[in-house]
Every structure is written in C-alpha cells, then in structure tokens.
C-alpha cells in the first residue's frame, strides 16, 4: 500500500508538472487567426522569446509557408515571435483592401502576444516594404505597439497618404534597393526616404544593394536564403533587433 501510494503521488506530481508546462506553452507554435485575408499569423520560437519581428510578405508570398519560410525559421531560432499579417489571397484585392487586412492581420497577431514587453521591429518586403511604413506612422490609430525599427526591402510606392509628422524619432529605419530590381526599382525608396527628410541622419539609411556573381539583385532575390543572401538581408536584420533589444 505504501508502494502503491508514493506510486500515486509520482504521477501527481508528474501530472502537475505537465500541467505547469502546458501553462508555460499555452499557444501552439503556430497560430493562424482567421482565414484568407486580414488572417494574423503568430510563430513562436522554442525558447523564451525575446523580440517581435512584424514580417509583412510581398504581393506573391501571403503565407508564412512561402518563399520566405528559411527567414522566418532563422528569426524564430533567435528567439523573436514573428507576426505574420496576411493581407491578399486573390489578385482582384485592390492596395486600399490589402492595406486594410494587414491592419487587421497586426491586430489580430498582436492582441495573442499582449502582456509581453519585448522590443518590436519590422522587416517588409515590396508592398510590405511599404506597408510597415503605413504600421510605424498609425500604430497609435491602429492600437498596436509601434516598431522601434524597420528594414524596408524594395518598397512598392506608398499605400496610403503619410502623416506629415512622420514616425517617433528613435526609430531606425533602412532602406533597400536592388540594383537590378525593374519591378519597384528606387520609386518608392526614394518617396519614402523624402518623407523621412526630417528624420535624424543617424537613424536612417538607404542601401543600394548591388548585383555581384552568383546574386542579381532583381526584386525576388531577398526570398533566396543561401549564404550570400543571408548576408546581405538577413544579418541586418538580425543586427536591427540587436540594437533595438540593448537599447532598452
């Protein structure tokens, strides 16, 4: 009967450890909230997290499953929840419809990681790279934290009209541009980086990114995920998020 006893008692306490664990990782790794566009996509990383990496997708990529799937993993593996709004599913969404559900797919996205206090930045790419513009100047309007940085990979042109006050001054902000890009080609940097005029020349960059061998730096080319493209998108990132979590 003793046996038998401190037999139970292991397995409780087996089972309220199982119970403490499934509280520790309450969400699933993945979480899709909602369907089809305007959906938040939430990916959590194995470890505690320590950042919030906003990844708004380019007009061909609307799932985190899709040619940008090798980044996610890596900002995952660095302990960063990537929200991932899903703003088109059919190419008859016009860019005001689009813009609409990637405010929605953020808030849907955000309101599952409220409560955490962790440095937020935000990478997009072409109509992404435009859309965490329009994030960082509403984020107020929105009811979503503001991202303390942005890297904007060949912006498609703005969205939507800007706010003349801009975004908060601590913000870091870099611009790409491929050289080989005939899709958003400099445009949109170049309006963005106008609107940015009065932003603080230690805060912002703009980065022509060249074509080498073996990399043409055409408007696709920021989906590769081999070394050299790690490289040149990836680690800047990577060092964005760096910045933005020692800086308190």
Known sequence: MRQR???VGVGAALALLGVAAASAHAHPPVQRLGTGAGTGWVLWPR?????????????STPLPTDGFAPWVTHLRARGSIV??????????????????????????GF????GLHLPVVAIGKSFGGS??????????????PAPRAILSVFP???LAPLPPAGIADKTFVELFVGDADTTAGSAGANAFWRWLAGHSAARKRYVVIHS???????????QRSDAIARRIFWAPLDLLIQQVSRSG
């Open 5 to 7: 006893l401190r037999l």
């Open 47 to 59: 470890e505690r997290p320590t950042s919030i990496v906003v990844f708004g997708h380019g007009w």
């Open 83 to 108: 929200i991932y709004p899903q703003y088109r599913t059919s190419a008859a969404e016009s860019v005001a419809m689009a813009l609409r559900a990637f405010e929605s797919g953020l808030q849907k």
């Open 111 to 114: 309101a599952q990681v409220r």
């Open 131 to 144: 859309a965490v513009f329009s994030y960082a100047a509403s984020a107020a309007a929105w009811h979503v």
């Open 156 to 158: 498609a042109l703005p």
């Open 212 to 222: 080498r061998p073996g990399f043409v730096a055409n408007h696709d080319s920021a």
